[in-house]
């Protein structure tokens, strides 16, 4: 209309009204276009919150994840590590992943055709053994970490999932997950292979009679040592056989023979791996027929507190006689404190008992013999007096703790001994009691169910063990509220239920029963963002064995996340790209009004002075 308009007004002035009119309706449409701007800028407003201030899950976060929150960029990721957040730090250190090998890491995605052969690593435990999930613990200057990883196909809810893609020179290909921050691994980390064996057999002579034999072992990556034995041979007879229970790699032992002969000792070293024995671990030794003697044992045995008898042994042969034990005894000052003599041509003699200061002594035995004074270092030994009120068994504590007894199956040990072992199983079972009593895994709960959940621990092995059970119940109670706690201790800040120790001698079992009830209102949360197993209507938790209860979730859920699911993904770049897009439009259409509205007045303002 505006060309019609301005072409014909040389040849019909008369058109100047319609032009005025024209120019009404322009202005308007300015005003009308004007509004639209505004509001479309506050609309690109509103919008850049959502592009550089994303909303987040509500279940976004989980205690399993390595970085609470996730990282946005690598220079992100390397503060953490930098911070040695979370200890994950020391975790690549330990599997042999540099710094340098994460800062030269790239962006890249995990399919569903890649999850197969991957480990995803968490800082909790979310699955069983039977499961897959492995423990890895590793120990840099800080005390033992431990950390968890199991196959990726047990939490691949929602591929592909955004990584950051590296490869180390000694641990292969990883990456690390943008939401969480946790490592994804093609290998689990290096299976170790226990190995033990015997070392050494090493015989000195001490006395003409006697000889300490030394025996030593290695272990590593696990093994342990459980025994030493012993063997003694002259020609093809066994003439004496020992036997020691110890998990040390030396160990060694006295061994006295008065008749002549050559002889040959072997060790065998009990292990976890098995018995072992070679060549090393063999030797030979000879009793000469010349007349000697000497100084064979010194045993300081403490009858009371603070009473210790004295008693020693000598040894001769081929005619050599024992004429007289002298006891001496030392305080820590290296004072003599007290000097006993016995006369004796007997190869053991005891001293008188001695009334001593609480302290440290050293006593040294000399036996006077027809060949000469004899001593060694097997005729010196220390002890200690202690103050009033000990623990016979461990001298740190008082009779009475509840620690002082002996382990039930080596009375001359204590019971928290490295060497009083025990081996602890642990298992779970599950009840629906609302749905009769069936098997809790087997029927989905609904709301207001009642599931009880039963842990026992049996002692497998020979030796009594102090247990204490716990319980973590985060999974659970997204579910669930605890109604039966069984005598045990809630925190209800790591949602750990938790009971005393308690003593389970071998052969025994302990149980315990909880309770929980489903909530009336099953939640409708999102499925967790970093941790899959977060609201995914299960209930999974682990004692020994994982126990998985399906629960009944709201239809709204399972749709809302199913759609959503299948939904495009966009991001910043798409939504800029239509913010601008829509802006051009808007602007244009707004020039376009100014435009034309200056037209007119210039057309109107040259029609009146004659131009036109």
């Not at 016979?392 to 039930?408: I, R």
């Not at 009375?411 to 602890?424: G, L, Q, R, T």
């Not at 509220?481 to 052969?507: E, M, R, Y």
């Not at 938790?541 to 239809?555: D, I, L, R």
Request: hydrophobic share 35%.
């Amino acid at each position: 209309m505006f060309r019609r308009i301005v072409s014909n007004l040389s040849f019909s002035p008369a058109l100047v009204g319609q032009l005025g009119f024209y120019a009404k309706r322009l202005r308007k449409e300015e005003t009308t276009r004007r509004l639209g701007l505004i509001f479309t800028a506050l609309a690109l407003v509103v919008q850049s919150f959502a592009v550089f201030s994303p909303p987040e899950a509500v279940n976004a976060a989980s205690p399993a994840d390595f970085i609470s929150g996730g990282v946005s960029n690598k220079q992100e990721l390397l503060q953490h590590y930098d911070n040695n957040n979370n200890r994950i730090k020391g975790l690549y250190t330990s599997l042999g992943i540099t710094r340098s090998e994460i800062a030269n890491m790239k962006l890249g995605t995990i399919g569903a055709n890649a999850v197969p052969g991957k480990y995803n690593w968490s800082r909790t435990s979310l699955y069983s053994a039977s499961q897959g999930q492995r423990s890895y613990t590793f120990n840099i200057g800080a005390g033992d970490v431990t950390f968890f990883y199991r196959p990726l196909s047990l939490t691949a809810a929602n591929p592909p999932y955004k990584v950051l893609v590296g490869n180390s020179e000694q641990f292969g290909w990883f990456a690390i997950l943008m939401d969480c921050g946790n490592l994804i691994t093609s290998k689990p980390p290096r299976q170790v292979n226990p190995q033990a064996a015997c070392q050494s057999l090493n015989i000195s002579q001490i006395a003409p009679t006697r000889f300490r034999l030394t025996a030593k072992a290695n272990t590593k990556d696990g093994a342990n040592i459980k025994r030493y034995n012993y063997e003694i041979r002259q020609g093809n007879d066994v003439i004496s056989s020992k036997s020691f229970a110890t998990s040390q790699s030396s160990h060694s032992f006295v061994y006295e023979r008065e008749k002549p002969g050559t002889y040959k000792a072997r060790v065998t070293v009990v292990t976890s791996e098995g018995e072992k024995t070679n060549g090393d671990c063999k030797e030979s030794f000879v009793i000469d027929e010349k007349p000697a003697a000497a100084c064979g044992s010194l045993e300081a045995q403490l009858i009371t507190r603070n009473t210790v008898s004295l008693s020693g042994s000598a040894t001769k042969s081929n005619g050599a006689t024992i004429k007289k034990y002298l006891f001496v005894i030392k305080n820590a000052d290296k004072k003599v404190v007290k000097e006993l003599s016995v006369a004796s041509t007997k190869k053991n003699a005891t001293a008188d008992t001695v009334r001593l200061k609480p302290g440290e002594y050293t006593a040294r035995l000399t036996v006077k013999t027809s060949v000469g004074d004899k001593t060694n270092q097997d005729c010196v030994t220390t002890f200690k007096v202690a103050p009033p009120e000990v623990c016979p068994y461990n001298p740190s504590l008082a009779p009475g703790s509840p620690d002082c007894q002996p382990c039930p199956g080596n009375p001359n040990i204590w019971i928290k001994d490295a060497d009083c072992e025990a081996e602890v199983v642990s298992t779970k079972t599950s009840i629906n009691m609302t749905n009769d009593s069936v098997d809790a895994s087997t029927v989905t709960a609904r709301a207001n169910d009642k599931i009880s959940y039963t842990l026992t621990v049996a002692n497998k092995g020979t030796n009594s063990k102090i247990v204490t059970m716990t319980e973590d119940l985060t999974d659970v109670l997204e579910y669930a509220t605890l109604i039966d706690k069984a005598g045990g201790s809630f925190n209800s800040t790591t949602q750990v239920l938790s009971w005393p120790s308690f003593a389970l001698a071998p052969g025994q079992t302990q149980s315990r029963t909880i309770a929980v009830q489903v909530l009336d209102k099953i939640p409708v949360t999102n499925t967790g963002t970093s941790n899959p197993d977060s609201y995914d209507c299960t209930m999974i938790n682990t004692f020994g064995n994982s126990v998985k209860v399906n629960v009944e979730c709201a239809t709204e859920k399972v749709i809302v996340e199913q759609v959503v699911g299948e939904l495009p993904t966009t991001g910043p770049a798409e939504n800029l790209t239509f913010a601008s897009i829509l802006l051009a439009v808007v602007v244009y259409f707004y020039a376009r009004s100014r435009q034309l509205g200056t037209e007119v007045r210039l057309i109107r303002r040259n029609l009146n002075t004659g131009t036109v």
